[in-house]
């Protein structure tokens, strides 16, 4: 077990946090955004096997709110229950930006996105979702909606590899709908704050949307938003397994790149099967 008083000393640097009795609790509130407000239909979750470890490797959605993310937990918890552990990677800027909503995340199972922590949770049983496009791909123009977007990053390969799990591929259509992001204006406010502007909490965003949405209407920056009541299609697809694993071949930098183009283009591929399913 890792705990935050480590060598690292990096803010939720813990396993523990993870709280079923929480997650049981907001399992009402899930139920009721599922049926009435995204009206969810889901497929594929005989992929995942009944036991045993994946990593789960989606693409993010909808901006902050993410919403299929939140469905296809809710899906997972019903399905399997809320004891089999799975622990999400959360961006380390969460607890810094909010540490008070990055607690309540913890007790859903979020973790800082960083291979020690990632490993770990593998190391004690459990399985990891990762969302690899990050801020990038949950930002992403609307006209990019169905396009995948892992943004070049390939950790998620390594970690597979070196730990020899199988990557499952989580989709979704209509939850990019939710909140209607028309660009990017960061080179812009990059410019700004290289002439004396601050970055809010001291951060880089990387990215700094102009979009529509709830509450704010029209607006610029990465907010948290309240997502548009639309209909949400979400899709388990076939396990993606490569053709050797270990260190090795997590250091084999052409093997990694082949890895991540494969997983890439099948992703992709059942997205188009997706959107025309849920056309």
Not at 52 to 67: C, D, E, Y
Not at 89 to 109: D, E, F, N, T
Not at 254 to 266: E, G, I, M
């Amino acid at each position: 077990m890792i705990h935050q008083n480590s060598t690292t000393s990096l803010p939720g640097w813990t396993l523990s946090a993870r709280d079923p009795q929480f997650i049981e609790s907001l399992m009402p509130i899930w139920e009721w955004l599922y049926r009435y407000y995204f009206r969810v239909q889901t497929s594929g979750w005989h992929h995942i096997p009944a036991d045993g470890q994946v990593l789960l490797v989606g693409s993010h959605n909808g901006g902050m709110a993410s919403p299929d993310l939140h469905m296809m937990m809710y899906d997972w918890f019903r399905r399997f229950g809320v004891q089999r552990l799975v622990y999400g990677l959360m961006h380390p800027y969460a607890w810094q930006v909010s540490p008070s909503i990055a607690s309540l995340a913890q007790k859903l199972g979020a973790i800082p996105a960083h291979p020690t922590m990632a490993s770990a949770a593998f190391d004690i049983g459990a399985s990891v979702l990762v969302y690899p496009g990050g801020q990038y791909d949950m930002f992403r123009p609307h006209r990019e909606r169905y396009k995948i977007h892992f943004a070049n990053q390939k950790g998620f390969i390594k970690l597979a590899l070196k730990k020899s799990v199988p990557i499952i591929p989580l989709i979704s259509v209509g939850a990019h709908d939710t909140l209607i992001i028309l660009g990017d204006c960061y080179e812009q406010v990059k410019h700004l704050h290289h002439w004396g502007l601050p970055w809010l909490y001291g951060i880089d965003p990387g990215v700094f949307p102009i979009y529509l949405g709830l509450p704010w209407g029209l607006a610029i920056g990465p907010l948290p938003n309240i997502p548009l009541p639309i209909q949400i299609h979400t899709r388990v697809c076939a396990p993606i397994v490569f053709e050797r694993y270990g260190n090795q071949a997590a250091r084999d930098r052409d093997y990694v790149n082949a890895c991540y183009d494969l997983v890439y283009r099948q992703m992709q591929r059942e997205l188009d099967i997706l959107v025309m399913d849920a056309g």
